[in-house]
């Protein structure tokens, strides 16, 4: 990452980079370390999922660190935020239910939280970490012409339907990983084969060789806060 997003800046003329830390450290969770790499390299706001308590190290982070989000559709009393204003832009972080976990409903947190910013024309980026594609979908439908751009994550394959819909909010169902290539959605491809084979809760490691690098570029009109772009990004490096 520190190898490329140096040279995206420059070439795209990029304003704010939104980087989901969900599993940087070794495969699993986050920790303050591993957000202080993230930093380094560029980031300027880091969004989560259902794994943002597997390193516990990070939960005081999230309450006196930088920009780290967690879901904002966990319990309102859990450590940490599920928004942050950056760059006059509005990120937000959303956890799916469905195939993932128990958590409150997303729909109803992002409505609760458009209430505070219904009068305000600013960009609105919403990363929202969930397995299905058809809750994806569903929000991405949900929230048009409200937020400018709905971005799932969670599943590490990246999706070709990225798009701007009719109201304004560029969408994709999945944007991919930053990972190796030669793994399982980033993991070291015998120890996967050896758990799928086996049904033995084995240790998963951390895959290696040539990396993938996945993003989108959403081009938003910061007067109106609606999507004009969005395009793929992809590098690979050693």
């Known amino acids: 990452m520190e190898e490329i997003l140096p040279g995206l800046y420059s070439e795209y003329n990029i304003d704010l980079v939104i980087g989901n830390g969900e599993n940087a450290a ?16 560029g980031i300027d706001v880091i969004t989560t999922g259902n794994h943002i ?16 989000l967690r879901p904002l559709n966990y319990p309102p009393m859990n450590p940490g935020r599920g928004f942050f204003l950056k760059n006059n832009s509005l990120i937000v972080n959303l956890v799916g239910r469905v195939f993932i976990g128990n958590f409150d409903c997303p729909f109803r947190a992002m409505d609760q939280l458009l209430t505070e910013f219904e009068h305000k024309s600013i960009p609105i980026i919403v990363d929202f970490h969930a397995e299905a594609t058809s809750e994806k979908v569903a929000m991405g439908k949900y929230l048009n012409g409200r937020v400018s751009a709905v971005l799932g994550t969670h599943t590490h394959v990246g999706t070709v339907d990225a798009q701007v819909l009719p109201g ?14 030669d793994s399982v959605i980033g993991d070291d491809t015998d120890s996967v084969l050896n758990r799928f084979l086996t049904q033995m809760p084995n240790r998963l490691s951390v895959g290696k060789g040539k990396v993938n690098f996945d993003a989108v570029l959403v081009e938003v009109d910061e007067n109106t806060g609606r999507a004009v772009d969005i395009k793929r990004i992809q590098r690979t490096t050693d």
């Open 53 to 68: 308590w597997a390193q516990k190290e990070i939960i005081p982070y999230l309450e006196s660190g930088p920009a780290i």
């Open 26 to 41: 070794g495969g699993l969770g986050l920790t303050p370390r591993t957000a202080e790499e993230l930093f380094y390299c």
């Open 168 to 181: 304004g909010t560029a969408y994709v169902t999945d944007i991919g990983m930053v990972g190796p290539i």
